[in-house]
């Protein structure tokens, strides 16, 4: 499962009931990244740094991930992070596992209070930055199994 799966369903960027199910979430992911790219005039290579873990290196690139934050609505029309949303998709992504939720919690906190641009996509940038560094102080890599 690549970073930015992970992060997503960290923050619970994903929506699924019952049992959290990887390959669904997967496939959502995938769907609405597709959604988003035609959106904001994104690229293969955009959709390439997403899923590689590495920042955008295009406007396109950001506006793309600004547009999969707000269509799981982690980030509403302001550019500001979502926790209340973020907690609840968090939930249903650990299956509530109170050591999961516990980190869940602190990396959610602690990207909610981080001062972001007040452009969108550039914001959406700014959070994704501190998931990456959150999640690498938090121990969570490749191999971090939810």
């Known amino acids: 499962m690549n970073y930015f799966l992970k992060i997503v369903c960290i923050v619970g960027a994903v929506a699924v009931r019952g049992e959290f199910d990887k390959k669904e979430a997967q496939a959502k992911l995938k769907a609405r990244a597709g959604e988003c790219k035609t959106e904001v005039g994104a690229t293969e290579a955009d959709i390439k740094e997403l899923m590689e873990m590495k920042p955008a290196s295009t406007k396109e690139g950001k506006c793309l991930r600004a547009c999969l934050m707000q269509k799981y609505e982690v980030m ?71």
């Open 76 to 146: 509403d029309a302001s550019g500001k992070f979502v926790t209340s949303v973020a907690l609840k998709h968090a939930e249903k992504a650990t299956n509530g596992s109170a050591d999961k939720m516990k980190l869940a919690l602190e990396i959610i906190n602690a990207c909610a209070s981080t001062q972001v641009s007040s452009d969108l996509c550039q914001a959406a940038e700014d959070y994704g930055k501190c998931f990456k560094q959150q999640a690498t102080a938090h121990g969570i890599d490749d191999n971090y199994q939810f």
